[in-house]
């Protein structure tokens, strides 16, 4: 019996299907600011909107090092892996007919406040109590509290998002958390 790439059974039937990413929030020590990346004017998806720091895992990566790659490129700052950790699982379904995301939430704590713009956007670190006067993306004032401020260092968040046939995004969180 093989257990190569054949036996994963990938391909075969309806089968869920994934596209891994990763995303960032990283907090000052005092954690009352957190960086966020203003989407470059030019950028595919939310141009000029405020979101965390990611993208996609690249092959032979694993989210960690994927998660410390993305922070370093699009803000300048190099972070140790210690720094990161894992604070949720989202799973996003886009629809039937697609794939969907899987998205590794991470937080960081960084001392450093100088950053450096990247062709994605500009990071900017914003005062968690104002970043209802930011455009942020659409699951951002509930994924920041969430993930930064409610979720003990130690413990996973395993949440779902969804679509519905209006468009709205539905959040669901697993009751469960697990530390």
Partial sequence: MSNGPESQGLGKGPRHQIVPRVLVFAHGVEQESVLLLQGAPDKKIWPGLYNGIGGHIERGEDPLSAAQREFEEETGIALKLEAFRLAALINIDMG?????????????????????SSEEGVPEWHRVDRLGELPLVEDLPWLIPTVVDKTPRGSVRFIRYSYGADGAL????TPQSFA
């Fill in 96 to 116: 039937p007919a697609d794939p969907g995301i899987m998205l590794f939430t991470f937080v960081a704590e960084t001392a450093e406040q100088e950053t450096a």
């Fill in 170 to 173: 539905k959040i669901e969180e």
